[in-house]
């Protein structure tokens, strides 16, 4: 069974230019989740969806954060305009409800560097 | 802000000694899980322990979960060099299984 994909694995921009990821959660999985994390932190949760539905955006920086995940599968997290403070690494993970949504499966992430 | 506090930050031991970690937290929770991350790496699942048990074994891990004192120990068994990673504990809150509180981690680094 595949993983949860991520890319790109790493993206080099200046600050105030936008930036796209995008993830493709395990297949059958519902559920889905955006996180944040910074160096020698934990991650940080941003946004959560249920199929294509957004129902925990609470932590999302809504002024230049935005996410969507048409059909409910794929999503994709932006960011415009970066800003400095947005370097870090961005985590998606899914989760089934057949498995209670107890355990969450995580992707690579994607390494921002803003310069 | 930081649900599971993970002690110590950082340990270092060698090759075969066994590895212990400890997660504080500070509301009631449905479970805690224990995730492993390698160097630019995402996190790995490596064990659940529901609020309602005490103790968990998987492989070379063992968990153990005191609700009473709000904290948790993983500890990792004949280490090896390949367990060198840092591993972070996680809490859904009771009530919610869908929102993890990461802790900041401990790195453990196991020496050959």
């Known amino acids: 069974e595949a993983g949860v994909v991520q890319s790109p694995r790493y993206k080099i921009i200046e600050k105030k230019q936008p930036v796209a990821f995008w993830c493709n959660p395990i297949s059958g999985h519902n559920t889905l989740y955006w996180y944040l994390q910074n160096l020698g932190q934990g991650p940080e949760l941003l946004i959560r969806y249920e199929n294509e539905e957004a129902v925990d955006d609470s932590q999302l920086p809504k002024d230049r954060f935005s996410a969507e995940r048409l059909k409910g599968v794929d999503s994709t997290l932006k960011i415009q305009p970066a800003e400095l403070g947005d370097s870090a690494v961005y985590l998606c993970a899914s989760s089934s409800s057949l498995e209670s949504q107890e355990t969450q499966y995580f992707g690579p992430g994607t390494r921002l560097l803003v310069l | ?112």
Request: proline share 2%; hydrophobic share 30%; glycine share 8%.
């Open chain 2, 1 to 112: 802000s930081q649900q599971g506090e993970e002690d110590p930050q950082a340990l270092s031991i060698q090759e075969g000694e066994n590895a212990t970690m400890n997660c504080s937290y500070k509301t009631s929770i449905n479970n805690l899980q224990w995730y492993r991350q390698n160097s630019g790496r995402g996190l790995v699942h490596l064990i659940l322990i529901r609020s309602n048990e005490r103790e968990k074994h998987s492989g070379r891990l063992r968990v153990t979960l005191d609700t009473s004192k709000k904290s948790s120990s993983l500890l990792i068994t004949a280490s090896r060099a390949a367990d060198t990673a840092s591993y972070f504990c996680a809490t859904a809150r009771r009530g919610s299984n869908y929102k993890l509180t990461f802790g900041k981690g401990t790195l453990l680094t196991v020496n050959p």
